[in-house]
């Protein structure tokens, strides 16, 4: 199957860069605070805004480290996810409302049809 040329031109350009910062995050974390970058699939200068945006509202609170034990995730399993925040709702692991976590681990078991997940959230 032939890759159409312009997709495949995109894919070859320079990436396009956004920075996002809240001052009040730099106030709190100094110089212990971490640059976070990601490169995406978004060509969009607003939608990486948003997506800076969303990412510094996440880690920019203290954060905790949880394992839990989940079904595997329909389609395939969790590692799909790994370093992307999701949305869990889970009553029995404290997450009722729905929680939005970072995926940092994923172990998929898939003859139990259970992953093992490490996510930070936040406090």
Not at 61 to 89: C, F, N, S
């Amino acid at each position: 199957m032939a890759v159409d040329a312009v997709f495949a031109q995109w894919l070859q350009d320079a990436a396009l860069w956004a920075l996002g910062q809240d001052a009040t995050a730099i106030d709190r974390w100094a110089e212990t605070a971490v640059l976070s970058e990601r490169i995406t699939g978004l060509a969009n200068r607003a939608d990486a805004l948003d997506e800076a945006a969303r990412q510094l509202a996440f880690f920019g609170m203290p954060i905790a480290e949880d394992e839990h034990v989940v079904a595997i995730a329909p389609g395939g399993g969790w590692k799909r996810y790994l370093g992307q925040v999701i949305t869990l709702i889970h009553p029995e692991l404290g997450y009722a409302g729905g929680a939005d976590v970072f995926l940092i681990g994923a172990e998929d078991d898939h003859a139990a049809g259970l992953s093992t997940l490490t996510v930070l959230r936040r406090l």
